[in-house]
């Protein structure tokens, strides 16, 4: 809307000019006009019809003029409404510029701060697998123990069956002898008390 009202102004502005050109020419004319026939003794008639025609140019150019300081007084306000909203635009703009670099510069931070957390995930991940390897190895080789301690055991219950059926073996063949060492020394003293009645 202003844009437009600038426009209008100054091609109004351009047309007074040129007009007012246009009659300061006329003006001349008539003048050199006025003066030739004053040298050449025209009649009064003719004389007065080119001081009206000049009065009524001078009367032309004085409303052309007036309009035309009225139109150069609309575009002066014009330009300096003009100045304040390029001076305001001017202000938003650095207002915005700044806010954009603002919000470009935390943009960034987080940007960086969210790699810095991707990469330590990535760690930590890293970490994690590699402590669930050492775990698997881990259970794998409790698995290896408790079937070697299971074999170990069963040859040990092997190994305790054996001893104490020993043992029972032992035990039996020492009971068997008392018993025969018993028999034999009841015989024994049974012959004596009988050599000794006799």
Not at 24 to 43: D, F, G, N
Not at 162 to 182: G, H, N, P, S, W
Request: aromatic share 4%; hydrophobic share 35%.
């Amino acid at each position: 809307m202003l844009g437009d009202e600038i426009q209008a102004n100054n091609l109004v502005y351009n047309q007074l000019r040129d007009l007012i050109q246009t009659q300061q020419r006329v003006l001349a004319t008539i003048r050199e006009t006025m003066i030739t026939k004053e040298r050449e003794l025209i009649p009064k008639e003719q004389y007065e019809e080119v001081v009206n025609d000049l009065e009524n140019e001078r009367l032309q150019h004085a409303k052309t003029q007036a309009l035309l300081n009225q139109e150069s007084e609309k575009l002066q306000f014009a330009l300096g409404e003009i100045d304040i909203l390029t001076n305001q635009m001017q202000r938003e703009k650095k207002s915005f510029e700044k806010v954009l670099a603002s919000i470009k510069n935390k943009a960034l931070k987080e940007s960086t701060k969210n790699d810095k957390l991707k990469s330590k995930c990535n760690e930590m991940e890293f970490t994690v697998q590699k402590h669930e390897d050492i775990l698997i190895k881990k259970e794998n080789q409790i698995k290896q123990l408790h079937n070697q301690l299971a074999k170990h055991k069963t040859t040990l219950k092997l190994q305790l069956t054996d001893v104490e059926i020993q043992r029972k073996q032992e035990a039996y063949i020492a009971e068997a002898l008392q018993k025969k060492q018993r028999t034999a020394g009841h015989w024994t003293s049974g012959s004596s008390s009988y050599d000794t009645a006799v």
